[in-house]
Nanobody, 126 residues
Framework: QVQLVESGGGLVQAGGSLRLSCVAS????????MAWFRQAPGKEREFVGG????????RYADYVKGRFTISRDNAKNTVYLQMNSLKPEDTAVYYC???????????????????WGRGTQVTVSS
């Protein structure tokens, strides 16, 4: 059974940086798209960024483009989210998702992802 574990969240001042990690176990996901989503209190889970299995393509939501970078190390079964120039509106629980399909696209809907971690809290103070 696939398990995803996120880490790296915390409290940071506006303008600061954090690096999130998502380690997958139970299966090799080297060819499966993976993505980061976030959910703030009272809001729906929203797409942040995703990466194809090969790592050759990435996709970002407009509100993080230019500030966040997603990458993956398939040898370590790990996906990263480097977050720079953080803003208070980035405050949320960040979740890692993985598709069970080896598809050559990066879906933006959370319903397209089959495996989820428990999330890591990111809080940005003003």
């Amino acid at each position: 059974q696939v398990q995803l574990v996120e880490s790296g969240g915390g409290l940071v001042q506006a303008g600061g940086s954090l690096r999130l990690s998502c380690v997958a176990s139970g299966s090799t996901l080297s060819w499966n798209p993976m993505a980061w989503f976030r959910q703030a209190p009272g809001k729906e889970r929203e797409f942040v960024g995703g990466i194809r299995g090969s790592g050759s393509n990435t996709r970002y939501a407009d509100y993080v483009k230019g500030r966040f970078t997603i990458s993956r190390d398939n040898a370590k079964n790990t996906v990263y989210l480097q977050m720079n120039s953080l803003k208070p509106e980035d405050t949320a629980v960040y979740y890692c998702g993985a598709s069970r399909l080896t598809i050559p696209i990066i879906p933006t809907s959370p319903t397209s992802y089959d495996y989820w971690g428990r999330g890591t809290q990111v809080t940005v103070s003003s």
